[in-house]
């Protein structure tokens, strides 16, 4: 069985404490570290930009995993490669030229996301595919934490992994939006490969992270 990486949301820590935050789920066993930044334009909500990524960068070796949620997005893919970015998401809905977005990401020394809001198509995702490290299925509105998972995404998920297998490439399937145990087992049984999760990783506290990350990885069998 493939591994599954576990990429807590920040938008659910404490953001008075946002660098012990993050020694705490790397502590823990978080894979990636997912940054949401929302810019009050393509998402109804504001959160935070390249200096506070930069900030956070010397609390962890883990990648940061950002997740760009604005319009546009090509004026700030250099601040985010200098804050030190390693996965640069972007949505095709929020822009017509993501193609070019794409290959300015890559040129900028960074992994390249496509991301899909729950009412796109995975069709979108198909004359990109050849640039795209990593896709990320939205499995609730982007905007905010603590939604309920959109199990609809489910099948767009099988999509997409189908259309993966047929790169022969090893492109990351994420989902980000509802993950808690239960969801977590229905997006890796239709293929995901990295989970978001904001809420199910953050609830408790400090003492719960790891097992909160533990509880949202496969079961082994034996
Ligand atoms: C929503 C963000 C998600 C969100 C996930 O726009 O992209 O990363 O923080 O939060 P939960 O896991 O609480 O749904
Ligand atoms: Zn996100």
Same mark, same amino acid.
């Given at each position: ?36 930044? #929302? ?5 109804? &909500? ?22 760009? #949620? ?67 299925v939205?499995s609730? &509105? ?20 189908? #259309? ?11 989902v980000d ?10 997006c890796?049984?239709?293929?995901a ?30």
């Amino acid at each position: 069985m493939t591994s599954v990486l576990i990429s807590p949301s920040i938008l659910s820590a404490d953001f008075a404490t946002l660098g012990e935050e993050i020694r705490a789920i790397d502590a823990a066993g978080a894979d990636f570290i997912h940054v949401d930044v #929302m810019d009050g334009h393509f998402v109804p &909500n504001l959160t935070i930009g390249p200096p506070v990524v930069k900030a956070l960068r010397p609390h962890t070796d883990k990648p940061f995993d950002v997740h760009l #949620m604005i319009a546009p997005v090509d004026p700030y893919i250099p601040a985010f490669a200098e804050a030190g970015a390693n996965i640069l998401t972007v949505h095709p809905e929020a822009g017509p030229h993501t193609h070019r977005t794409l290959q300015a990401i890559r040129a900028a020394g960074m992994k390249a996301g496509v991301s899909l809001n729950p009412g796109s198509p995975a069709a979108l995702v198909e004359p990109l595919i050849d640039l795209a490290d990593l896709i990320l299925v939205m499995s609730v &509105n982007p905007g905010f934490g603590g939604q309920r998972f959109i199990s609809s995404q489910l099948r767009k998920i099988e999509t997409l992994r189908a #259309m993966i297998d047929a790169t022969g490439r090893d492109i990351l399937l994420e989902v980000d939006g509802g993950v808690n145990p239960e969801t977590a087992r229905q997006c890796i049984d239709a293929g995901a490969t990295v989970l978001v999760a904001g809420s199910a990783v953050f609830k408790g506290g400090p003492s719960q992270y790891k097992s909160n990350i533990e509880s949202l990885r496969p079961k082994r069998l034996v």
